[in-house]
């Protein structure tokens, strides 16, 4: 059960007590916790989008037909459904200026909103929030300002689709260190590495010289109330990489989307077709995505440092015709 819940967790990350300071955000547009871990237990509380609750512990449901058999214990009491809840935490950083080459930087906390001017103290008609940004998900730190009023310090965002940038809390992000990015067996030759996605088990393994080094569940692609968005089979290759991407498509009403901050992309497919981490979902297990392959911020971060190529960790992107085979799998 610990492992289960622990692939949702940073790899580096090593605590006495894994629950301490750890909290569920509410992913669907509401959820209901229950008395015991089943769908068909006597419903308890009511929580809605983007509301923050304790986890106490997890658990795995009896229902062993589920593709998902994992929920959360409340501290308030009760349990919710792992699918619709991603784990997080607050954790609060020391700002710091930002050096003219920028940095990148992950969101700390379960949300910050973005402004296009610092937050004023007091109401301002001319401030905006432009995105709601969430936990995990990754974005270039271009300079930081000090706010007029509280000497606070905020980190300028770039939109690395609308080209824009916007305003954070400089607290709510972690900037992101050269190690934690290192390549992951860079001794390895491209052919002595290979990916393998199983569109039927929803899953994907890591082989170093046909060895297994990691396995993961995923969310490939599903038939949406928009259309058809299955995963392709076939083989592939990481070719172009890029730590973060807003990825952003059709009408939000009917299954688009606006997803700012996509951490550890690695395209397959010049279509867009890509493994990246996943902050708008915790359902692995079945497909539900545009074709793309999901998997939690941890296991992309992890594929994208162990793939080729390279991304200087001062680059946006890598785009060439070396990358490491990925073969994507039907039975």
Aim: with cysteine; aromatic share 12%; charged share 20%.
């Amino acid at each position: 059960m610990a492992g289960m819940f622990l692939t949702n967790l940073p790899f580096n990350f090593q605590r006495a007590d894994v629950f301490d300071n750890l909290q569920g955000r509410v992913i669907d547009r509401t959820i209901w916790s229950y008395e015991a871990p089943n769908f068909k237990a006597t419903r308890k509380n009511l929580y809605w989008r983007d509301l923050v609750l304790p986890i106490q512990n997890t658990t795995v449901g009896d229902d062993e037909s589920a593709y998902n058999r994992v929920w959360y214990e409340l501290a308030e009491g009760g349990y919710v459904y792992s699918g619709s809840v991603q784990p997080v935490r607050t954790l609060l950083n020391k700002a710091q200026p930002i050096p003219l080459h920028g940095e990148l930087g992950e969101i700390s906390v379960p949300f910050t909103d973005a402004y296009n001017l610092l937050e004023p103290l007091e109401p301002n008609d001319k401030v905006l929030v432009l995105h709601r940004l969430y936990y995990e998900s990754v974005h270039w730190v271009t300079a930081s300002a000090v706010h007029p009023v509280d000497r606070s310090l905020w980190y300028l965002l770039l939109d690395d689709k609308n080209r824009i940038t916007y305003y954070v809390r400089g607290e709510h992000v972690r900037l992101l260190t050269p190690e934690e990015l290192t390549p992951l067996s860079p001794n390895l030759s491209l052919f002595d590495k290979r990916v393998e996605v199983r569109l039927n088990e929803q899953m994907m393994m890591a082989y170093e010289q046909n060895n297994l080094v990691f396995a993961t569940r995923i969310s490939t692609g599903g038939r949406l109330r928009s259309g058809t968005y299955t995963t392709p089979d076939g083989e592939f290759k990481t070719f172009h990489k890029r730590p973060t991407r807003h990825m952003a498509a059709g009408d939000i009403a009917s299954s688009g989307f606006d997803l700012p901050g996509v951490p550890w992309v690695l395209y397959i497919k010049k279509n867009g077709i890509s493994f990246h981490g996943t902050y708008w979902h915790n359902d692995y297990g079945r497909p539900r995505s545009h074709g793309c392959i999901n998997l939690t911020p941890q296991a992309a971060k992890w594929l994208y440092r162990w793939t080729l190529p390279t991304v200087p960790i001062d680059k946006e992107l890598m785009y060439g015709d070396i990358g490491t085979r990925v073969d994507i799998k039907i039975e």
